[in-house]
């Protein structure tokens, strides 16, 4: 099906919007991508200071089958535009009663570390991934690979067929028990719903399918990290006539198919389709005259929202080799945190979080004789970030991770810059500052996400995190197809 001779607009040049645009121009559109800040990739920004280079959002490149896909539908492959290493470890933990686990691109070490905690669970390891195994395969192929964004699309005898065996109920909390008793190899196996936006109680077991990724997928590093993935999908997009205009704010988004008008800051873009990579509530709430939106402000309120999060990067004089590419700080017991976030919102008072090191990988990230690094708390979001708060949160951190690690910082910081509840919500649009969009509840799930289609605009299209398949850059980069699908099926010839 093709789109030729028709215009889109895309607003927002994250990797939903880049996605689409790639698809749609594939199909014959004149894309234009238009997006408010400096640089594409949305939360996959970069921060260059100082001979320092950062990425400020995501920094795991997971799935990569699912890039291997989304570049081999143009008769491309990743490695056309970026090197990938595969990291080992994957991962270390640092727990706050001084223990440590590293956890290995093995298995079989894996599995030798799993029984030292618990009798039986290297072998456990293997039941609980093989059955994730079996979560991806049929999770991605018949429910996120295969859109299915109403209820009516579940009434099929074949979505019956495959969904036997998943578990589309209870929490991951629970689902994870059923397999390991010691606190700390749940902890383990949970902490990838932090991709996810949310946590062990409030996330449906159906997310088990992470744990394949994790340690059967593996944990990669690409060239130039997420900021060089975001450069390879923006060449593609070049490619295939995709036209980018960046600092260019979209003020409002008038009119309807065949005759839209976006309104920017440097004048109108006329289009006859538009597609929203922005925040999905911004979008309506702020882009749209009240009778065009789908959703009211109370609807909005009740979501469940993913994190937002504290962020400090920090170039340091000097090696940190205690730390790994990726490393956890987690305490023994999370679940403080975590209702610190979803329940009873405050800044936590004894935080997880993940510090990234790249320079322990990438050498071009730091000056000489200097280590590249951010630290990350996941806290609630709508939180009152005020200078002062942020002052005493970064000495906390920069304390615990001292104290927890081993690694102090503190007078070695040439470069810092920090980022939060504030930033979020200035530079993204982004709804109470959530850093990711809306977490992955069992009541906002599937179906349950905002429609990608707009029940009241005709010929406007959403796309990101907001939307099925959900949240992450692999989601949004499958997302971003089944938007584009969904233009070619109402407007293609």
């Not at 060239?223 to 995709?242: A, H, P």
């Not at 008038?254 to 008008?261: H, I, K, L, M, T």
């Not at 280590?371 to 000495?395: C, H, K, M, Q």
Request: aromatic share 12%; with cysteine; net charge negative.
């Amino acid at each position: 099906m093709q789109l030729a001779d028709r215009s889109v607009a895309i607003v927002g040049g994250g990797f939903g919007g880049l996605s689409t645009a790639c698809y749609l121009a594939d199909a014959g559109a004149d894309v234009t991508v238009v997006e408010r800040n400096d640089q594409l990739g949305g939360r996959a920004s970069v921060l260059e200071r100082d001979g320092f280079r950062f990425d400020m959002g995501p920094s795991w490149y997971l799935m990569p089958d699912v890039f291997e896909r989304f570049f081999g539908h143009f008769g491309r492959e990743p490695e056309d535009y970026y090197g990938l290493e595969h990291l080992d470890p994957h991962y270390k933990i640092f727990f706050k009663d001084g223990d440590e686990v590293t956890v290995s691109a093995d298995r079989e070490e894996t599995k030798a570390i799993f029984g030292e905690y618990e009798d039986g669970a290297g072998a456990a390891l293997d039941a609980y991934l093989a059955e994730a195994e079996e979560t991806y395969e049929i999770g991605m192929e018949h429910f996120v690979y295969t859109d299915r964004p109403r209820f009516r699309d579940y009434v099929d005898w074949d979505v019956v067929r495959h969904a036997r065996g998943l578990t589309f109920l209870g929490s991951m909390q629970d689902h994870v028990a059923d397999y390991f008793d010691h606190p700390k190899l749940r902890q383990i196996m949970q902490y990838t719903l932090v991709f996810l936006g949310g946590s062990p109680s409030n996330t449906p077991a159906l997310y088990n399918l992470m744990s394949h990724v994790d340690f059967n997928l593996g944990v990669h590093y690409p060239e130039d990290g997420l900021g060089g993935v975001v450069d390879g999908i923006v060449d593609l997009g070049s490619e295939l006539g995709v036209e980018y205009r960046t600092g260019s704010p979209v003020e409002a988004i008038e009119g309807s198919a065949g005759d839209f008008e976006v309104e920017t800051d440097e004048g109108f873009l006329r289009a006859d389709f538009v597609v929203s990579d922005a925040d999905y509530a911004h979008t309506e709430q702020e882009l749209l005259a009240p009778e065009r939106r789908q959703y009211d402000e109370d609807y909005w309120d009740s979501r469940t929202y993913a994190p937002s999060a504290f962020l400090l990067y920090l170039g340091v004089e000097g090696s940190v080799d205690s730390l790994e590419h990726h490393t956890l700080v987690l305490p023994t017991d999370w679940h403080e945190h975590f209702e610190q976030i979803f329940d009873e919102p405050a800044w936590p008072d004894d935080p997880a979080y993940y510090l990234c090191v790249p320079s322990e990988t990438d050498e071009t990230v730091a000056p000489e004789g200097h280590s590249n690094l951010f630290a990350l708390v996941p806290i609630a979001p709508g939180l009152d970030d005020d200078a002062e708060t942020r002052e005493r949160y970064r000495d906390l951190v920069l304390e615990d991770i001292a104290e927890n690690t081993g690694v102090d910082l503190r007078d070695r910081i040439v470069v810092e810059e920090r980022f939060s509840v504030s930033e979020f919500t200035d530079r993204y649009n982004s709804r109470a500052g959530t850093a990711l969009g809306l977490a992955h509840t069992l009541r906002q799930t599937g179906p349950l996400r905002p429609s990608r289609r707009s029940s009241e605009v005709d010929g406007l299209y959403f796309t990101g995190s907001y939307t099925t398949p959900g949240i992450g850059v692999p989601m949004c980069l499958i997302g971003g197809q089944h938007t584009a699908d969904a233009v070619l099926e109402d407007r293609g010839e």
